[in-house]
């Protein structure tokens, strides 16, 4: 079924080299790097979801705060950013209609999110309102910034409700799991509905909840065989998919005729 | 067996579409309608969004009038003139009614005005031919003669000016209430995916007292033109043409619809309306229930800027 065909494996695997007793009077600071082992995978039209792994490495860890587990790290992987309306239906002489909307400037179509632990054990919220890290979190541009900041609230809130309840912005604790000192691996779900585009996985570094270190990399998603080929003529050639969609309901119509008269 | 569906991008089953195709062309064989005003809606039932479920139920239309057309052609039974005035204001109609379509498409009142414009028009037709029919069977339970529709009798629309002749069909009339009726078709046929047939139909005959027999082929030979337009511009505007689904509900339709064409033959006329009227109320109740029924979801989510 899952129709993943490649995995984002470990690349960056930097060796720690010892350092000299000079430079060892400053601690040496922490930095994060993540890798992929490709850069582009594709999911076949039958994509029922599945997991993407992510190895990253740490480096100049303090072996000290190492072992007291006080190094966290977040990994995110964002969807291309669209424009979205959120709409709310509203009882009108008994019919549901939609009434009220509200648009919001690049919103991330998907947004996946692994931890080592859960998001309010790491840092303040206050840290990831600045980060704009995480989905109840991320900051979404509404369109109209004039509208009333209840307005706002309530549609942002609805927004990310609606995300989070297709599956498009997903949380996993625990996804995130160092296998030695240096090394972790994060698994960060892809839903059934992801987009298709360039993702971006970005891994952020936390001591002791303090933001340290932030490190990206670019992940182009492509759907691919014969539903996605449809797709894109439909897309690309519009006036001759129709003219072949037209032709096609001829010729069956004209065939069936054929084969089943029954007059 | 489940496939993907590349432009509705959702996976569905096979035989669930192809025998949703082959009962519609049954039904659609055994009344000789076109069958779009089911498929739309059995379409959106199956969670088809309403805009793909339109523009694909336009395409599924031309196969079976196609069909149909064919048939009335080889007896003869098809007014071309007649047909082709009713074009004329169909593409008109179906221009007006694809802009209508991208502009509530853009408002977001897209599905409510589809599934407004359904019941109404469901409910009104269904409504009209149930009443019809029973006074008919009651009619002929109480074995009085049936009450013949007088010809020749003349109403407000044979008054109007620009008259024109149309031989097959026996009729000089004027070409303002058939490119009228025409517009108004196409405007359907774009925005509901709908052939237009179950309104058309009683149109011509009641209206324009077109003689019944050039009726369902003339009927057909324009559904089949508006609905290729329509298709065609869906495709083109709003890239909502599914051809893997309409492919699955045509191939289910055309032969259902053969099969439908001869079982229709044992049923009387009367019953056989009767029957499709409280098919068309059951389809437009439906529709009515969703309307008023508290959504479990009150927010929605779409993609802004869409044409």
Known sequence: MAGLRAFAAAASLSMLFVLSPATAQTPPTESIQIGLSTDAISITAGFSGADLTIFGSLENPDPLIARQGRYDVVVVLEGPPRPVVVRRKDRVLGVWINLDSETFENVPVSYSVATTRPLQDIAE???YKQLSLGAQNLYL????????????????????????????????????????????????????????????????????????KESSAQLEIRKSGFEQSVFRVAHDYSFLYGVFAVSLAMLTGWLGRIIFRKD | MGIYLPIAEISVNVFVLLAMGAAVGFLSGMFGVGGGFLITPLLIFYNIPPAIAVATG??????????????????????????????AGGIVGSTAGIYVFALLRRLGQLDLFISLLYVVLLGTVGGLMLVESLNALRASR?????????????NWIHRLPFKMRFRASKLFVSVIPVLGLGAGIGFLSSIMGVGGGFIMVPALIYLLKVPTNVVIGTSLFQIIFTSAYTTLV??????????????????GGVAGAQYGAKAGQRLRGEQLRALLAMLVLAVALRLAVDLFVTPPNLYSLSAAGLN
């Open chain 2, 58 to 87: 336009a395409n599924q239309v031309i196969a079976s009038s196609f069909s149909g057309a064919l048939s009335h052609f080889k007896r003869g039974t098809l007014d071309f003139k007649l047909g082709g005035v009713l074009l």
């Open chain 1, 125 to 127: 919220p206050a840290k």
């Open chain 2, 234 to 251: 869906h495709a083109t505007t709003n890239q909502t043409v599914d051809v893997i689904l309409a492919f699955l509900l045509m191939a």
């Open chain 2, 142 to 154: 109480s074995g009085a003669a049936p009450v013949l529709k007088k010809s020749g009798q003349h």
């Open chain 1, 141 to 212: 541009k509404p369109a109209d910034e004039t509208d009333s900041p209840a307005t706002i609230q309530e549609f942002t809130a609805a927004l990310r409700e609606r995300k989070a309840a297709t599956g498009l912005y997903s949380e996993n604790v625990g996804g995130v799991q160092f296998l030695s000192q240096n090394l972790f691996r994060a698994t960060v779900r892809l839903a059934p509905n992801v987009p298709v585009g360039t993702h971006k996985a970005r891994a952020f570094l936390f001591k002791s909840g303090m933001f340290v």
